[in-house]
């Protein structure tokens, strides 16, 4: 048994929890404050067979894959003067943890 | 030392955590939010030595138990007909995750 | 790599994270209520190498240390008369857990 512990960004989350979940795997979402990628990010626990393991993250990393996205930008370029343009910024992204299950109980 | 990592129902959370505080286990409550169990659940995390592990199982076992309880639901059996009748619903539950520690500290 | 689990109180979560990042660690900041400190606490997780385990413990301790504090309290004397008084009660401190990962992807 191991325990998979993931860190996704929350705009992956939902997706990332529903694909696990229709292969058979028993997530748990917690709340999560920042820190760690550059948006709101969310954790995973999810107890797996060791067997399991791969497809898991294989999963996880097919639905929060890093891609990069174009957002509106301002900068100055004088006294009250401004332009507006695009900038690419990366989103997404995993950081996953497997840890050894000593014991399991489901009760 | 072991980490164990136990998630309950919402309902059971309060019960399951004055119960292990009242017999002198640590007990550290996240916000967890739905998948694992039907309705919503916590994760209770608590470090405690080896030899007192099976002790906080059985008193999250026994205060989380699973239960069956009777709630309303409502069928159609036609075009805007429809029929209130009690169903059966399992509530409660725990899922638990003992893990080694490597090294614990108290500062 | 190691999963330090670090559970201070609110007051210090944000001075720890943000010490802890200024030296390269990654943190996640879970929601956490009550329980094992007096007061709110705030989990933080943290993967790092084997090697940078005492740093990270040794910036936490520095960033939550128990502390006293002096706070108003009220006690009454006899009906209806009451008499205020500073009460030294102690804040801060951490309680840290370091557990072994078997497998670290950052996908
Ligand atoms: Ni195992
Ligand atoms: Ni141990
Ligand atoms: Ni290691």
Do not use: H, W
């Amino acid at each position: 048994m191991k325990l998979i512990i993931a860190i996704v960004s929350n705009d992956d989350a939902n997706k990332v929890q529903s694909e696990l979940t229709k292969n058979g795997f028993s997530i748990t979402k917690l709340a999560t404050t920042g820190g760690f990628l550059m948006s709101g990010n969310t954790t995973l626990i999810c107890g797996t067979q060791d067997e399991k393991v791969d497809k898991a993250i294989s999963i996880i990393g097919e639905f929060s894959k890093k891609r990069t996205q174009m957002v509106p930008s301002t900068a100055s370029y004088g006294v009250g003067m401004y332009t507006s343009f695009p900038v690419e910024v990366t989103v997404g992204g995993a950081t996953i943890f497997v840890l050894d299950v000593e014991r399991f109980e489901k009760l």
